[in-house]
């Protein structure tokens, strides 16, 4: 099987802001407690890297469709009636 392998490079004192900003985004509330849940770090990391596979599929399937669309359309004719 394939893989992609991303690197995503910022200053060394970007690192809190970035991951900070990514926790803040996907917190949750405990639906029990209502109290708001922070991921971790290694959390945040798998919730990037899903949303990146989730794109990709997305984006394939878009591209794909409208390539069948395109074919499709190009394939009918006009008829012939007087």
């Not at 849940?37 to 798998?46: D, L, R």
């Given at each position: ?7 995503i ?20 509330e405990?639906?029990e ?45 006009t008829?012939?009636?007087?």
């Amino acid at each position: 099987m394939a893989t992609f392998n991303l690197v995503i490079t910022y200053p060394d004192g970007q690192q809190s802001r970035i991951l900070n900003a990514l926790k803040t985004h996907w917190t949750e509330e405990d639906p029990e407690t209502h109290l708001p849940v922070v991921p971790t770090t290694q959390e945040v990391i798998e919730k990037l890297r899903l949303v990146m596979v989730s794109n990709i599929k997305d984006i394939v399937q878009k591209v794909e469709r409208d390539i069948a669309v395109q074919a499709a359309a190009a394939a009918v004719t006009t008829v012939d009636a007087t």
